[in-house]
């Protein structure tokens, strides 16, 4: 398994905790000291597609791969613009890719790009001198209810995009899930045929993730064979700074070896971890051969660890 190149793409639309307050009873201060947010793009015209479309494009050119050689699309998101065809179908036409690509959408919320990285991996395996594309797309903002200041304060819009192949190490993954529809849903249908908007136990949900994300940090050590120290970079879920502060105490390892970037771009779900491999990317972090841990986890109840070599 191997990344080749990220893409991103973000709204141009920006609400900053300013204006947020000017909504809901809230203030900068309030935000920043309990999650670390400081602003998000919030999408205004973009869609889950255009801005799945948009970012795999860029992965593309700077990996240099021609449309024809792409054999695999897989879309991560919970906020698709239509329950189907599924994005990744769409991608596969805006970008012109030929029509032997095997293309879905998978939901495991804010795990889904750890999931859409393993299952591209076994999949690639099987369609010899083709690549994989593997984008997080979500535009949350359409599922938020922003009187509810539990919520409305987290949560961004965006996408990122891996082109992946299949050389390389194999990469190592750990999973797990339980069902759980209290602690954090979005779209529940309504007695009425209404979808419900975003909801969350705030306190439950940052129990989960302190908890679990260390001990799957762990299981994938041990099956890797390595010690965190040997591990490159860090990067997890963009949820929230205090939830990142508590996985490093955990693991008793300093919190700098966490990338972070939640301060402007808020929660974007699947999207988080490719927007932060990009933003690496971008910013001369990532070297051939480094050995990077992902960790995501998020609503089903989902999470998933994986290791793999740049």
Excluded at 10 to 31: A, C, F, H, K, Y
Excluded at 119 to 137: F, K, N, P, Q
Excluded at 198 to 224: C, H, Q, W, Y
Aim: glycine share 10%.
């Amino acid at each position: 398994m191997q990344i080749i190149a990220m893409g991103s793409c973000l709204p141009e639309g920006i609400l900053d905790n300013e204006q947020l307050s000017r909504m809901v009873e809230t203030n900068d201060e309030w935000i920043v000291t309990r999650t670390g947010i400081r602003q998000r793009h919030i999408a205004h015209g973009e869609t889950t597609l255009s801005l799945a479309a948009a970012a795999a494009r860029q992965a593309m050119e700077r990996a240099g791969v021609a449309p024809d050689r792409i054999g695999l699309v897989v879309v991560c998101t919970f906020t698709p613009d239509q329950a189907t065809p599924s994005t990744a179908c769409l991608v596969q036409q805006e970008l012109g890719l030929g029509q032997d690509v095997l293309a879905f959408d998978l939901n495991a919320a804010c795990s889904g790009f750890i999931y859409g990285l393993a299952t591209a991996e076994g999949l690639l395996s099987r369609m010899e001198g083709r690549y994989g594309l593997v984008i997080g797309s979500e535009v949350i903002s359409r599922t938020v209810d922003y009187t509810d200041r539990g919520t409305c304060i987290l949560f961004g819009d965006g996408a990122g995009a891996a082109v992946v192949s299949a050389e390389g190490p194999a990469a190592v993954a750990d999973f797990g899930c339980n069902g759980d529809l209290a602690v954090l849903s979005a779209g529940v249908r309504r007695e009425d045929g209404s979808a419900a908007p975003l909801a969350m136990n705030g306190k439950e949900v940052f129990r989960f993730a302190v908890s679990t994300v260390p001990a799957s940090i762990r299981k994938l050590l041990d099956k890797a064979g390595l010690s965190l120290d040997e591990v490159d970079h860090i990067v997890c879920h963009q949820a929230n700074h205090r939830i990142v502060e508590s996985i490093a105490r955990h693991l008793q390892t300093d919190l700098g070896r966490f990338y972070e970037n939640i301060e402007f771009y808020g929660n974007t779900s699947a999207a988080s971890i490719p927007i932060a491999l990009c933003e690496m990317q971008e910013k001369g972090l990532l070297h051939r051969g480094d050995t990077v841990l992902l960790a995501g986890f998020g609503s089903g109840l989902t999470w998933g660890s994986l290791l793999l070599t740049w």
